[in-house]
C-alpha cells in the first residue's frame, strides 16, 4: 500500500495519543447528551407553568416574561446544585415530603386561576397581588417545579459529572422553554380567551398530582 509521507506523519502523530483519549471524548459527549435530555426534562414543567401564566390576559408584557423565564430558570439551576451540595442525608429525607409541598403550592395557585379565571373580566387588569409573575406566587411556583431537581443534583453528584456545568445547561434550558410556554399562552388566550386561564388552573394542580404520583410509585 502507497502512503504519502504527510499520510505517515499522520499516522505516527495517531499512533502516539493515549489510547483514553477517543473514550475519553466519547464519554464527555454522552454525559453532555445526558445533561440535556435531564435538562428539558425538568424544563417540561417549567414550560407547562408558563404556558398557564402566559395565558392570563395582563401578562402580554415583557417584563412579565423575563420574570418567570428568569425566576424558573435560576430556581431550577439553583435547586439543581443545591441537591449536590445538601448531599444524599439531606435530600434524602426532604424527598419524604417534597412531592407533597409542590402539590399543595400548585393547588393552591392554580385554584386561585380558576376562581379568577370564572369571576374577572376579560378586560380587567390584574392586580399585584393576583399576578402570578410577581411576587410570592412567582416564588412558589418557581419552588413547586424545580423540587425534583434536588434528586438530579444528587444523582449527577453521584455519576461524578460537573454539577456547576450541569446546573447552568439545566437552568438555561428551563429559561428558554418558559419563555415560549409565556409566548405560547399569550397565543392560546387570543384565541380562547378566559377560558384558557380556567384550563390553565387545572393543569397545575394536574402538574401537582402528577409529582405526588411520580414519587409514590417510584
Not at 505516527?12 to 466519547?26: E, M, R, T
Not at 464519554?27 to 445526558?34: A, Q
Not at 455519576?159 to 419563555?179: E, H, N, P, R, T
Not at 397565543?187 to 414519587?215: C, D, M, S
Request: proline share 2%; net charge neutral; glycine share 12%.
Amino acid at each position: 500500500m502507497l502512503l504519502l509521507p504527510g499520510a505517515w506523519l499522520v499516522v505516527v502523530k495517531f499512533n502516539d495519543l493515549p489510547a483514553d483519549i477517543s473514550a475519553l471524548d466519547l464519554h464527555t459527549m454522552t454525559d453532555f447528551w445526558m445533561i440535556l435530555i435531564i435538562a428539558f426534562g425538568l424544563a417540561m414543567d417549567c414550560f407547562a407553568v408558563s404556558l398557564c401564566i402566559g395565558s392570563s390576559p395582563a401578562l402580554y408584557n415583557r417584563r412579565s416574561i423575563f420574570r418567570v423565564s428568569f425566576h424558573f430558570g435560576l430556581f431550577q439551576g439553583a435547586m439543581t446544585l443545591l441537591g449536590w451540595l445538601l448531599g444524599s442525608t439531606i435530600v434524602g429525607l426532604i424527598a419524604n415530603f417534597d412531592h407533597w409541598i409542590a402539590l399543595a403550592l400548585l393547588g393552591w395557585i392554580g385554584g386561585r386561576m380558576i376562581m379568577e379565571g370564572f369571576s374577572r373580566n376579560d378586560a380587567s387588569p390584574v392586580n399585584g397581588c393576583d399576578d402570578p409573575s410577581r411576587g410570592s406566587r412567582l416564588v412558589m411556583l418557581s419552588i413547586a417545579t424545580s423540587i425534583d431537581a434536588l434528586g438530579v443534583g444528587l444523582s449527577l453528584a453521584l455519576l461524578k459529572i460537573d454539577v456547576l456545568g450541569a446546573s447552568i445547561v439545566i437552568g438555561l434550558v428551563s429559561l428558554l422553554m418558559s419563555v415560549a410556554g409565556m409566548l405560547g399562552g399569550k397565543k392560546l388566550n387570543q384565541r380562547f380567551g378566559k377560558k384558557v386561564e380556567i384550563i390553565g388552573g387545572l393543569v397545575l394542580i394536574a402538574i401537582g398530582l402528577r409529582i405526588v404520583v411520580t414519587h409514590l410509585i417510584a
